[in-house]
């Protein structure tokens, strides 16, 4: 994730993410679609 440009947190089961207050919707798009893709790739 680090390396698409997320910074992301994991606690057990848990995915934390801290985006900023003042996000807009396509900044969430972008941040949920490039959080699935890095998921695709695990195992």
């Known amino acids: 994730a680090y390396e698409k440009g997320i910074l ?5 089961d848990i995915i934390a993410m801290s ?9 969430i ?4 679609g490039t959080l699935k893709d890095v998921l695709e790739t695990l195992d």
């Open 29 to 32: 798009d972008t941040l949920i």
């Open 8 to 12: 992301i947190r994991t606690t057990g």
């Open 19 to 27: 985006p900023p207050l003042i996000i807009e919707k396509t900044h």
